[in-house]
């Protein structure tokens, strides 16, 4: 229910905040390039969002499968998709779940956005505003079961009215 309001409430504040153009960090290791990471933050909600794309520049697939933020700021961060549902007046609606992972198909890249696939900041301690960078550590998994890390620093938004600054 809490992403469900988030959903709704997110356009408007996307649409003030350009985030995505104040870090434009890239990270490539094995072929894979992390960019434009950003999270959004936001004053009432407990979870926030981040948005990231991944371009897989391998012959093969590349999986997303695990998520992890330090220091530990959130309680987990889960990878979230949007799907369409059917209430029982026939009206379509638009709602969050967890998926387990994402596959990023050889030369292309997986966009993370509103109203798509995300990642979902569960849980915001109140330390967040402590803290001046993040860390994401992004897990992948190749075809042949071999892993990697990418790791992605970003500054924490201060002027954010969850820090009061
Ligand atoms: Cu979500």
């Known amino acids: 229910m809490r992403c ?3 959903l709704l409430i997110f356009p408007v504040i996307f649409a003030k ?8 960090t890239k990270v490539e290791a094995q072929n ?3 960019k434009y990471l950003t999270t959004k933050i936001l004053n009432g909600p407990k979870n926030g969002a981040a948005y990231v794309s991944i371009y897989n520049g391998n012959q093969f697939p590349v999986t997303l499968y695990k998520v992890k933020v330090t220091p530990e700021v959130f309680d987990r961060v889960e990878l979230h998709d949007h799907i369409e549902r059917t209430d029982v007046n ?4 638009m709602e969050m779940i967890e998926i387990p992972e994402m596959e990023i198909a050889p030369g292309q890249t997986l ?3 509103p109203g ?3 990642l979902m900041l569960m849980g915001i301690k109140p330390t967040y505003c402590g803290e001046k960078t993040l860390t994401f550590k992004f897990s992948f998994r190749k075809n ?11 500054p924490v938004v201060k002027d954010s ?3 009061g600054e």
Do not use: M, Q, W
């Not at 905040?17 to 434009?24: D, I, K, W």
């Not at 042949?144 to 970003?154: A, K, L, M, W, Y």
């Open 32 to 34: 894979v390039v992390v």
């Open 161 to 163: 009215p969850r820090c």
């Open 116 to 118: 798509s696939k995300h």
């Open 144 to 154: 042949s079961r071999e892993t990697f890390d990418i790791s992605v620093e970003i």
């Open 17 to 24: 905040v350009p985030t995505a153009a104040l870090f434009p």
């Open 4 to 6: 469900l309001l988030f």
């Open 90 to 93: 026939g009206n379509k609606y």
């Open 111 to 113: 966009f993370l956005a």
